[in-house]
């Protein structure tokens, strides 16, 4: 017997599903019986009349027979070190100080980006102190200290160094209520650290700051925009860095892609130089450099979220990674017995000839892979709230690991999750609300 919270709002189908990570039986073999009938994918749950307490059955074949666990169930706190390891990886959760889950799950987010907790280790860079305040060099080395301690540990770790620098750096982190800190805004202190991050990861050369930044590297999303004044006719383009774009749900939008498409398009209010005059003017932003870490599905594909000239740079990287899934397609299509026919496929454009694969006869041990953006991202991090308020509930770090597992980091609670209950984190009463969602680069070899 499992007990449930049935969300009405949301599709009978989804609650299979939930169903399907409790029994291990999919959707399409469960019947579900409700009033001595049986509940249908298409069903109306204001018509079944649901009461508090009620009693479902389900029937069906599991993926797998599932033998019943002699001890019950066996939580990750209840774990040894060997067998946490083996679960969920190399991992290690981070125990709440007082209302700060914000700060945990921000963490845990971040830790995951390998090429970010590369740049750590080699911080402090040469000559840097003279450029960098103390405050944000302490939070930069006490981010580094702490991203170690999780890669080392898999027993929660305490950031106790890690909070004070925080609050140093950031004094709102510091605010009282009542005789107790508050909790604060997940997406403003994922914010505050990556600014302090990239100040103080870059690399300083003579007190000048060079192109080589690891963070404007991984987050940093290129933006041109038209900005035109239907009154006047004036249009004007502009350039400008962002580090995560917005997502602007409503009644009318709930889903990701829609909600960016409408995040890129606003209205200002400016002098208009041929009025004389403030006027309304309409911005509509375009990607123009794609980063290779973005700010929810699965598989995002932003490309028509591009500029036309990025769009033309992406066309034939898109096409070597659809040729490449459809040879993937094939090559399980026969591992199962099944016929298929293959054909070697070569893209050429304007520029020449290129090819999803690189001739070995030509290439050396110190070749190195030229990759290149897709403009598809793979999900990887995401950072929900449960509350009614940024400032007040609880935040929660969902991070797929290394080894395509992915693990729920509830403070210095860590528990192995499916990746089809990923998608589900989207709200609805005392559920998940995906809050900030980290997607990873697909990039192919060129």
Not at 202 to 220: E, G, H, N, Q
């Amino acid at each position: 017997m499992f007990p449930m919270e049935i969300d009405t709002t949301r599709s009978v189908f989804r609650f299979k599903c939930q169903l399907y990570g409790l029994t291990w039986v999919p959707p399409v073999r469960q019947k579900v019986i409700v009033k001595g009938g049986l509940l249908k994918d298409d069903a109306d749950w204001s018509k079944i009349g649901l009461k508090e307490g009620q009693k479902l059955m389900m029937i069906g074949t599991a993926d797998e027979i599932l033998k019943a666990p002699e001890t019950g169930p066996i939580f990750a706190e209840n774990m040894t070190e060997e067998e946490l390891v083996a679960a969920v990886g190399h991992s290690a959760g981070l125990m709440n100080l007082g209302n700060t889950c914000y700060m945990n799950s921000t963490v845990q987010c971040l830790h995951s980006v390998p090429e970010l907790k590369s740049a750590l280790i080699q911080y402090p860079y040469p000559n840097s102190y003279n450029c960098i305040d103390r405050y944000s060099n302490s939070l930069t080395l006490a981010t580094a200290e702490l991203f170690n301690d999780l890669d080392k540990n898999v027993k929660p770790v305490v950031p106790t160094k890690f909070l004070k620098a925080l609050r140093k750096s950031y004094p709102q982190f510091a605010q009282f209520h009542n005789g107790v800190y508050m909790q604060q805004d997940a997406e403003e202190c994922w914010a505050k650290l990556l600014s302090t991050l990239l100040f103080t990861l870059a690399y300083y050369k003579d007190d000048d700051i060079s192109v080589d930044d690891p963070v404007m590297t991984l987050f940093c999303i290129d933006l041109v925009s038209r900005v035109y004044c239907a009154e006047s006719g004036e249009e004007k383009t502009r350039t400008e860095e962002v580090y995560s774009l917005k997502c602007h749900i409503s009644q009318e939008v709930n889903h990701l892609h829609e909600g960016l498409k409408r995040g890129l398009k606003s209205k200002l209010e400016e002098f208009s130089p041929s009025l004389g005059r403030s006027a309304t003017y309409v911005k509509d932003s375009r990607i123009f450099i794609l980063p290779r870490n973005v700010e929810y599905p699965l598989e995002l594909d932003v490309y028509d979220l591009c500029s036309d000239d990025l769009q033309q740079k992406l066309r034939v990287s898109r096409r070597i990674l659809t040729v490449g899934e459809e040879n993937k397609l094939d090559l399980k299509a026969n591992e199962k017995g099944s016929t298929s026919t293959h054909t070697d496929v070569k893209i050429t454009d304007a520029e020449g000839p290129s090819s999803g694969s690189k001739d070995s006869s030509k290439s050396t041990p110190e070749e190195e892979e030229d990759k290149h953006p897709t403009g598809v991202y793979n999900l990887v991090a995401v950072l929900t709230h449960k509350g009614r308020s940024a400032d007040s509930g609880h935040y929660v770090a969902w991070v797929k690991k290394e080894n395509g597992k992915w693990i729920q980091f509830d403070d210095d609670n860590l528990i192995p999750q499916q990746e089809e209950d990923i998608p589900t984190l989207s709200g609805g009463r005392d559920w998940h609300t995906a809050y900030i969602c980290m997607y990873k680069s697909r990039e192919v070899t060129m």
